[in-house]
C-alpha cells in the first residue's frame, strides 16, 4: 500500500485568505491539496475553475493539486487544469463520453489521471480502464455540498477496490472523500484507503497542526 495522505479540500478554506490558509495546513502536515470543481450541470452547485490552481501555484504552493472534476463535459478543462498546475486530475466516468480518451489526455498532458466513483457508481468501469488509472476517488457522500455524513457502506466498496488494485499488480492511489473525520479516519484506513480528503474536519478546526496530527495516529493505529 502507498504512503498515507492527507487532502484538505480548500472548499472548506476561507477563501478571502486562500494563499495562507494553503500554506498553514501544508505547514501542519498535509500532504496534498484537494480541489472540488463543480459546473452547476454535473451537480448541482458552481465552485471554482483553473484561474485558482494557476494562483495558488503564482503564490508559490509547490504541493501536489489534486483536481476532482465534477464537470460535464470533461476533455477541454482537463487541458486547462494541466496548464495552471494541476498534479492529479480525477473525473466522473458518467460524465465522459469516452473514459479511456479522457485518462489519456490527463496523462498525455503530464498529469496523473483518476477515476471518481458516486456512492451508487459500481467499480465496474475499472474492468477495461484499470491499467490507465492513478487514482481510484470513492465518494463517501453525494457530490455537490458539504456537511454530509460519512455513508458507512463506503468501507465495502473501499475493501472491494483495494482488492481490484492489490490483484491488478499496478500503482494506484485509493482516495475517499465526503464526511471524514478525526473519529472515522482509522476505519476509513483499516477498509484500504491510503489517500483521505477532508474539509470542514481540518479547516473548521482551530488547530489544523494538531487535527492533522490526530487523523495520523488514528491512521496509524490500523496499519
Not at 491510503?194 to 494538531?210: E, H, K, L, R
Request: aromatic residues 6%; charged residues 20%; contains cysteine.
Amino acid at each position: 500500500m502507498s504512503e498515507d495522505w492527507i487532502a484538505p479540500s480548500i472548499l472548506s478554506a476561507d477563501f478571502a485568505r486562500l494563499g495562507e490558509e494553503v500554506d498553514a495546513v501544508l505547514k501542519a502536515g498535509a500532504d496534498l491539496v484537494h480541489f472540488d470543481v463543480m459546473d452547476n450541470h454535473y451537480v448541482p452547485n458552481l465552485t471554482i475553475g483553473p484561474m485558482v490552481c494557476e494562483a495558488l501555484r503564482k503564490h508559490g504552493v509547490s504541493a501536489p493539486i489534486d483536481v476532482h472534476l465534477m464537470v460535464t463535459p470533461v476533455d477541454r478543462l482537463v487541458e486547462d487544469f494541466a496548464a495552471a498546475g494541476a498534479s492529479y486530475i480525477s473525473f466522473h466516468p458518467e460524465a465522459s463520453r469516452h473514459p479511456d480518451r479522457t485518462l489519456q489526455l490527463i496523462r498525455d498532458a503530464g498529469c496523473r489521471s483518476g477515476l471518481v466513483f458516486n456512492p451508487a457508481t459500481p467499480l465496474s468501469w475499472l474492468d477495461h480502464l484499470m491499467d490507465k488509472v492513478d487514482m481510484i476517488l470513492l465518494m463517501s457522500v453525494n457530490p455537490g455540498f458539504g456537511g454530509q455524513a460519512f455513508i458507512e457502506t463506503t468501507l465495502k466498496k473501499l475493501a472491494t477496490a483495494r482488492r481490484l488494485i492489490e490483484e491488478s499488480g499496478c500503482s494506484i492511489r485509493l482516495e475517499v472523500d465526503g464526511g471524514v473525520k478525526v473519529d472515522n479516519i482509522g476505519r476509513i484506513a483499516q477498509a484500504g484507503a491510503d489517500t483521505f480528503v477532508a474539509g470542514s474536519a481540518i479547516f473548521g478546526a482551530g488547530d489544523y497542526m494538531q487535527t492533522i496530527s490526530q487523523m495520523r495516529s488514528e491512521i496509524a493505529a490500523v496499519r
